[in-house]
């Protein structure tokens, strides 16, 4: 048989008080706080002399600089001295190790550009200029070989390969050459003494007008002309014909005086200027080149004074030839 029970809750238990602060400030009112903070403030307690009961003692100084700054310095001197030892006795002794090396001098030479000079003899070594060249439009370079007959006229010019073997008038083959001009030449064949090419097949060269060479004209090698070498105008030795050796020096007919530069006369600059010039076979003066300037466009001036002037042709065995000549063109205000 069932019983009907009621459970009854026990009574709550009482919770305990925490207590952070003393019981007489928690209980204090406001009032009795502000006062006694005044009294604090203009009335403080005094307290009994706070008594030491300890003594000092005297440890050492475990961070003194004065005594790590002795113990570097000291340190640092001593390496110091030690590596300088070091790198003087490496120095020394390296020193003996080595050996001078000799120096290695390069010396550069710059290639010689001028053109050979044609073997002529001793006594007549003197040449008088001028010069000339041929060819025959062949394929080939004309070798090295002796120059045909020197004479002052020429009829018939030189050649290795002849083309007419039965000619109506057979004339000698010669070269324009002043007489005094001796060329030493043991070759047996004909060609040219200014070649590179010292043996080959026949060939008057990759020239024109006949002759022999690269040039043009009748003569021997790459100038132009009856002559020989890299000259024009017949003769030999380079550029036109120089006075003397037969050749008469031209004679001036007229020359007008040159103009003033304005630069120069407000200067009041004054002097010679010296021209180099060639004097053809007309007369005419051409390819003029400044020998000594002057300045002060006293050249410029120089040069378009002697373009005018008029001349009496260098002659050689009664024939005018082009001469290369220096003339003089003075200033003068007074």
């Not at 390296?94 to 290695?104: D, F, L, N, R, S």
């Not at 000339?132 to 370079?141: C, W």
């Not at 060609?191 to 010292?198: H, Q, R």
Request: glycine fraction near 12%; hydrophobic fraction near 35%; charge should be positive.
């Amino acid at each position: 048989m069932a019983t009907n029970q009621t459970l009854i809750p026990p009574p709550p238990q009482q919770e305990e008080e925490l207590h952070l602060l003393p019981q007489t400030t928690m209980d204090e009112s406001l009032w009795s706080s502000l006062r006694e903070n005044i009294r604090a403030a203009f009335f403080p307690e005094k307290l009994p002399p706070l008594e030491l009961t300890s003594r000092p003692v005297k440890v050492r100084e475990i961070w003194d600089r004065d005594a790590y700054k002795k113990q570097s310095a000291s340190l640092s001197l001593v390496v110091h001295v030690a590596v300088i030892a070091a790198l003087i006795a490496v120095s020394i002794m390296g020193a003996k190790v080595i050996k001078q090396q000799p120096k290695e001098i390069v010396t550069l030479i710059a290639p010689d550009l001028t053109p050979p000079q044609l073997p002529m003899t001793k006594k007549n070594a003197q040449t008088s200029g001028g010069g000339g060249g041929g060819g025959d439009r062949d394929k080939l370079q004309a070798p090295k070989g002796k120059l045909p007959k020197a004479a002052m006229e020429q009829i018939t010019p030189p050649a290795m390969v002849i083309r007419n073997d039965h000619p109506k008038l057979a004339v000698e083959p010669t070269v324009v050459l002043p007489p005094q001009i001796k060329m030493a030449s043991n070759m047996p064949n004909l060609g040219n003494p200014m070649s590179a090419i010292p043996s080959g097949p026949p060939s008057n060269g990759v020239g024109s007008g006949g002759g022999i060479g690269s040039g043009a004209g009748g003569g021997v090698g790459s100038g132009s002309g009856p002559g020989v070498g890299p000259g024009h105008g017949g003769g030999i030795g380079g550029g036109a014909f120089r006075v003397g050796g037969g050749v008469s020096a031209p004679k001036a007919l007229d020359t007008p005086d040159p103009e003033y530069s304005e630069e120069a006369r407000k200067a009041k600059y004054q002097g010679t200027c010296v021209l180099w010039l060639i004097v053809g076979p007309d007369g005419k003066p051409r390819d003029i080149k400044v020998a000594r300037a002057l300045g002060m466009g006293l050249d410029q001036k120089a040069i378009e004074a002697v373009r005018n002037w008029k001349f009496e042709p260098a002659m050689l065995n009664g024939k005018p030839v082009a001469v290369q000549i220096n003339v003089e063109v003075n200033f003068r205000l007074y």
